[in-house]
Structure formats: structure tokens, C-alpha cells
């Protein structure tokens, strides 16, 4: 997905990221590990491909990228994303003031909803506080 509104940073991975379009955290050490939780302020992109231990891995920042649901989103409802396990995406519910939003899910007119483990564009922006 190319754009020249898109941020892409290089990084090396800590961990093996085992699907592309992961979300990930930097650690203590600068290096990306896999995002876990939607309480995680430390999520900086979305890797583009998977990748091993102490690989190169380019992450986008900030942009237009595909990434992963956890469970069923339907976009015009609940267009807001939050991080979840495995470096997924759930919605970002406006009641839970401690989940970052770190993204925008982008509908079309192929796809308005995605089931869990399925691929979908969103606009990420970087982990907002709520408050």
C-alpha cells in the first residue's frame, strides 16, 4: 500500500514477528517487539512483513496500512482501533479510558466489516490518550 502521505521507519525485531501487518511496540533497547495490549502507549507502527529475531523490518508510523482484527469489527459503528493481543486490532470502545486509539478503520465498498483474523485497511496514526 503506497502512498507519499505514508511514514515508513526501518527497525530491528527483538522477537520473531510472525505475521505481516503486525502491530509493535519499541523496547528498553530501540528494537520492535510485537504489541500486546490496547494499554500498551509504547505501539509506534505496523510492520509490513514478518519477519525473524534481529531482522530489518520496516514499520510504518504513520499512513495507510493493512492490519489484523482480533474479533469482529464493523467499521461505520466502531471505525475507532485499539491494539490487542498477538499485535491485532479491536475496536477502541469510548467508554474504556484506558485503551490507546491508534488508528481509524478505513471502509469501502468491498469491505465495510472484518471477522476476526482477517486483513483490512486503517488509517494509523500512533497510540491518542483518551484524556
Known sequence: MSSIYNIVQTYVAAEALTAEFTLVSLNAAGKVVITGAATE????????????????????????????????????????????ANGQVQPSETTDATFYPIGRAMANINQTSAAAGEQFTCLFVGPVSLV
Open 41 to 84: 502507549e509504547a505501539c509506534v507502527g505496523v510492520a509490513q512483513r514478518a519477519c525473524a529475531l534481529g531482522d530489518a523490518v520496516d514499520v510504518l508510523v504513520f499512513g495507510l496500512t493493512r492490519v489484523i482484527a482480533s474479533e469482529t469489527i464493523t467499521f461505520v459503528t466502531t471505525p475507532r482501533l485499539a491494539a490487542a
